[in-house]
């Protein structure tokens, strides 16, 4: 994109408007690394240390016995695992003999899980041990062919694994002996380090299937290429590092603790890494306290989390018995990062916690905050600028045709080499969100006259409340101000008189008390009349994605579930 954009007066002095993009396969990323960075370590995961070389030469093994399986270039493989070694054995091993990759949260049970074996044709299935009984329910209603169980102990050190066996601490399923059934482990050893040479056109041949979270229905296959996932990872390296990021001798330390079965885990916590053959620390789940053991322990630099996790680390009781002192770069996704949450972390840790945006459907990023520890180009609050090569505008809501000017609100729409072909056998959907080479998102959002965009909604949770647009964000990002306030989210409830009323569902911080008359008090005095909030519910959680974040759809959906129950009563 060489067109001079608003934004690009605002980029870093050495990061430039467009990259050289390579058009390769995804799995030369790793073998790029490999080659020039045999010995450094690749994956640190709970005490096991594997080298590039290593790494590299286990996905051909890998390759190698999927093919004897008859996996082939074009067919579906579901990874079903959480951060374990496993996975990106998997996803490159798959990516190497020209296979689809689709990735499946282990928290899905049997119908979530049945739909996307079904839906994305999956034939080969490799999954958590411990999740064999969950597999077991679906298997005969699927066209799975191939069932591969890894367990987490295969890549502990021995006697972490022999001891933790001994005290029950590794967890383990007895898989039974059965045709079509394969230990992870065996099987890759089983093979000779040489899979079948294919060819792959990176910019039309897929890699994967990323479904969407299915926060607004059911879900969809995204269907990314190599091209779109590379260029990402590509695009992840220069964001970091500028015009520099090529020949760089990364030494930074990623933490993957952000699942890798999203697509923001899968780019910004594996692809990326590998790309700049930096070291992954994988944890299986972020777990704050683990979390905090593994920045201090493994002296993590770079980190890509969630708001949701950030906050928890900030309140973790135990925060001030661990030092966050090593990390440079932060980049907070998937749900807008609360400027209260964004400043005691950088307090906290020293280094700079920015916000960025992306979506399944663009692999993800699109946009973040530069990484400017001195926070004169960070817009708090701000998505931050599109990245190299992209391209993004403000349309209007009702026709999607119209560019709106610099401060108005809109639909946010967006171009660029990372964006998906389409949704997997969804022709009419695909047209609804692809209209001439832009994409278009759903999110309500506006630029301001530097060329950084603020997202003020979605389309769907847009509030209205006596004809005014009421954004929940804004008043989500007051109640994060509340110093009791721990989680929170808005959502428009259904109302007779006003059309929509503005509800808020908070989460107390450990030991904090406030009634919900107090809560209302503080949100409204800091509000227009008509974005106070009428009704304030506390509770001791709210429904979360896997990548924590809050799911607003589910609480309208129980909204309107009372009100059915009540009209029944009430009758």
Known sequence: MSQQKPWHKNYPPNMPTTIPYPETPLHELLEKAAEKHPTQPAIHFMG????????????????????????????????????????????????????????????YRERELEHQINDSGAETLIYLDLLHPVVTKIRDKTKLK??????????????????????????????????GIHQFKPLLESALPEPPTVTIDPKEDLIALQYTGGTTGTPKGAMLTHYNLVTNAVACAYWLYGKDAPNMETTDVFLTAIPLFHIYGMTT?????????????????????????????????????????????????????????????????????????????????????????????????????PLDKTLKTVKIGSIGLPWPDTDAKIVDTQTGTKELTTGQEGEMIIK????????????????????????????????????????????????????????????????????????????????????????????????ATATEEEIKKYVNAKVASYKAIREVEIRKELPMTPVGKVLRRALRDEEQTKEKLEKKTNA
């Not at 992306?358 to 692999?363: H, N």
């Not at 998906?420 to 009419?428: T, V």
């Open 48 to 107: 096991k240390t594997i080298t590039y070389q290593e790494l590299s030469e286990t996905v051909d093994h890998f390759a190698a016995a999927l093919a004897k399986l008859g996996v082939k270039q074009g067919d579906r493989v579901a990874i079903y695992l959480p951060n374990i070694p496993q996975y990106i054995i998997s996803f490159y091993a798959t990516s190497k003999i020209g296979a689809i990759n689709t990735a499946v949260s282990p928290m």
């Open 146 to 179: 191939n069932l591969i169980a890894a367990s987490i102990g295969e890549y502990l050190p021995s006697a972490k694994r022999i001891i933790g066996g001994l005290i029950g601490k590794v967890p383990k399923h007895k898989i039974p002996q059965d045709t």
């Open 269 to 369: 916590a594996m692809n990326a890494p590998i790309y700049m053959a930096g070291t992954m620390v994988m944890l299986p789940r972020p777990d704050p306290l683990e979390v905090l053991k593994a920045i201090q322990n493994q002296k993590v630099t770079v980190y890509s989390g969630v708001p949701t996790l950030y906050s928890q680390l900030i309140n973790h009781p135990d925060i001030k018995k661990y030092s966050l002192k090593t990390v440079r770069f932060c980049i907070s996704g998937s749900s807008p990062l609360p400027p209260e949450v964004q400043k005691q972390f950088m307090e906290l840790s020293g280094g700079v916690l920015v916000e960025g945006y992306g979506l399944t459907e663009s692999s993800p990023v699109t946009h973040a905050n």
């Open 416 to 511: 660029g080499p990372q964006i998906m072909k389409g949704y997997w056998n969804l022709p009419d959907e695909t047209k609804e969100v692809l209209r001439n080479g832009w994409l278009y998102t759903g999110d309500i959002a506006k630029m301001d006259q530097d060329g950084y965009f603020f997202i003020t909604d979605r389309k769907k949770d847009l509030i209205k409340y006596k004809g005014h647009s009421v954004y929940p964000r804004e008043i989500e990002d007051v109640l994060y101000e509340h110093p009791a306030v721990k989680l929170c989210a808005v959502i428009g409830k259904l109302d007779k008189t006003a059309g929509e009323i503005p509800k808020a569902f908070i989460v107390l911080k450990d030991g």
